[in-house]
């Protein structure tokens, strides 16, 4: 099973109610761009997690908690418990930022007892782990991982209910972004310690987030590593263009492309062929017929013809890609013709074709155009 991305934003101790409006609206226009594909969650301050967990309800965004309780409720002042946040409505929360930990003195002992508490509750965590400039320099970026890893595998019981980020401290807030191999490379490490600590199931199935001056533009590249499930994102989690940041972790869709088989001696002759292609030519009218265009698509496989009918030109652009639904094929006058007729559907696609490959063009040989 692939992993799905998993985008969290750290709002930190920013903004006002005002701003959380504004900020809301924008998480809600880009939410079409990842519904359903990458998980998302954002932390705003305390106070503001009920506004804004109602604001992007209509949203797939979720809504979590900065910190929490390494107790349960009772006479902890300031404190919020695990229990507590299952009890208002709050699912994730982060533990072991290191501005927590750097800051407000939180031990790896402490993020252990707090990931108790989430588990017992039933809270899923974002587990915040990552090594000081003067830790990355002296070589020691994975045994400082995996000491805050071996501190908490003993309160894990469902992993399902946690997110690793590893966040390198030189790189939150700084503007000096890890590059994609540096993250891959200690990715790669905190996923095998996970493996010999607890299991390669688990290993192979946790998320782990990169986080350190992520943005939308520098977040692509990133994300094509193999073991880099997400993002948590500070900053550029106040900015509108955050969703771009979750709309790029969705993960590419490989293309149900028409395949072309030869099969000598078999007439070409089906109905409810399927095919995803992209449009080369501009549609030229069929010879001796009123209403009938002819418009070429293709992938990187072949390109073929394609007969539609006049009023359904309107999606072939040139360079748009088409997803041709319940296309009828059929043999006229010793050429291919998929014929998109009032039953079928020609539609613009969201997948696209990357490239079409003109040389080879099956519209003129006896092939059998199948649908898988
Ligand atoms: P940043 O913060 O994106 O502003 O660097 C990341 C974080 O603290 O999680």
Same mark, same amino acid.
């Given at each position: 099973m692939?992993?799905?991305?998993?985008?969290?934003?750290?709002w %930190?101790?920013?903004?006002?109610?005002e701003?959380?409006?504004?900020?809301?609206a924008?998480?809600?226009?880009g939410?079409?761009?990842?519904r359903?594909?990458?998980?998302?969650?954002?932390?705003?301050?305390?106070?503001?997690?009920? /506004?804004?967990?109602?604001?992007v309800?209509?949203?797939?965004?979720k809504?979590?908690a900065?910190?929490?309780?390494a107790?349960?409720?009772?006479?902890? *002042?300031?404190?919020?418990?695990?229990?507590? /946040? %299952?009890?208002?409505?709050i699912?994730? *929360?982060?533990?072991?930022?290191?501005?927590?930990?750097?800051k407000?003195g939180?031990?790896?002992e402490? *993020?252990a007892q707090?990931?108790e508490q989430?588990q017992?509750?039933?809270?899923?965590?974002?587990?915040?782990?990552?090594?000081l400039?003067?830790?990355?320099?002296?070589?020691?970026t994975d045994?400082?991982?995996?000491?805050?890893?071996?501190a908490?595998?003993?309160?894990?019981?469902?992993? %399902?209910?946690?997110?690793?980020a590893?966040?390198p401290?030189?790189?939150?807030?700084t503007?000096?972004?890890?590059?994609?191999?540096?993250?891959?490379?200690?990715?790669?490490?905190?996923r %095998?310690?996970?493996?010999?600590?607890?299991?390669?199931?688990?290993?192979?199935?946790?998320?782990?987030?990169?986080?350190?001056?992520?943005?939308?533009e520098?977040c692509k590249?990133?994300?094509?590593?193999?073991?880099?499930?997400?993002?948590?994102?500070?900053?550029?989690?106040?900015?509108? *263009?955050?969703t771009?940041?979750?709309?790029?972790?969705?993960?590419?869709?490989?293309?149900k492309k028409?395949?072309?088989?030869?099969?000598?001696?078999?007439?070409?002759?089906?109905?409810?062929?399927?095919f995803?292609?992209?449009?080369?030519?501009?549609p030229?009218?069929?010879?001796?017929s009123?209403?009938l265009?002819?418009?070429v698509v293709?992938?990187?496989?072949a390109?073929?013809?394609l007969?539609?009918?006049?009023?359904?030109?309107?999606?072939c652009?040139?360079?748009?890609?088409?997803?041709?639904?319940?296309?009828?094929v059929?043999?006229?006058?010793?050429?291919?013709?998929?014929?998109?007729?009032?039953?079928?559907?020609?539609?613009?696609?969201?997948e696209e074709?990357?490239?079409?490959?003109?040389?080879k063009?099956?519209?003129?040989?006896?092939?059998? /155009?199948?649908?898988?």
């Amino acid at each position: 099973m692939p992993r799905k991305p998993f985008v969290g934003g750290n709002w %930190k101790s920013n903004g006002t109610i005002e701003s959380a409006k504004t900020l809301c609206a924008s998480l809600n226009s880009g939410a079409a761009a990842y519904r359903n594909k990458v998980e998302a969650v954002v932390c705003p301050i305390t106070p503001q997690i009920s /506004l804004v967990n109602k604001l992007v309800r209509k949203s797939p965004m979720k809504v979590g908690a900065q910190n929490v309780s390494a107790s349960k409720e009772g006479a902890f *002042t300031g404190e919020v418990s695990a229990g507590q /946040l %299952k009890d208002s409505g709050i699912q994730w *929360t982060l533990i072991g930022h290191s501005e927590r930990r750097t800051k407000y003195g939180e031990t790896d002992e402490v *993020t252990a007892q707090k990931i108790e508490q989430c588990q017992e509750a039933g809270v899923s965590v974002i587990f915040c782990i990552g090594e000081l400039l003067e830790e990355r320099e002296a070589g020691k970026t994975d045994d400082v991982n995996k000491r805050m890893m071996d501190a908490v595998y003993g309160k894990i019981k469902d992993w %399902k209910k946690v997110v690793v980020a590893y966040e390198p401290v030189w790189a939150i807030g700084t503007g000096k972004v890890a590059t994609p191999e540096q993250a891959q490379d200690a990715h790669a490490a905190i996923r %095998k310690m996970i493996s010999s600590a607890v299991s390669e199931e688990v290993a192979d199935a946790v998320r782990i987030l990169y986080g350190g001056s992520v943005t939308p533009e520098n977040c692509k590249d990133l994300i094509d590593k193999p073991d880099i499930d997400g993002f948590l994102v500070g900053g550029a989690s106040l900015k509108p *263009t955050f969703t771009d940041i979750i709309a790029a972790c969705v993960p590419a869709i490989p293309l149900k492309k028409p395949k072309f088989m030869k099969v000598d001696g078999v007439e070409p002759a089906a109905r409810g062929v399927n095919f995803f292609g992209k449009v080369v030519k501009a549609p030229t009218k069929v010879e001796g017929s009123e209403d009938l265009m002819e418009v070429v698509v293709g992938d990187d496989t072949a390109i073929v013809t394609l007969s539609v009918r006049g009023d359904r030109v309107k999606v072939c652009e040139v360079g748009k890609t088409v997803r041709v639904q319940n296309a009828h094929v059929s043999m006229i006058k010793g050429f291919i013709r998929v014929a998109v007729d009032k039953w079928s559907a020609l539609k613009p696609a969201e997948e696209e074709v990357a490239s079409v490959n003109e040389k080879k063009d099956m519209s003129g040989v006896e092939y059998e /155009l199948t649908n898988n």
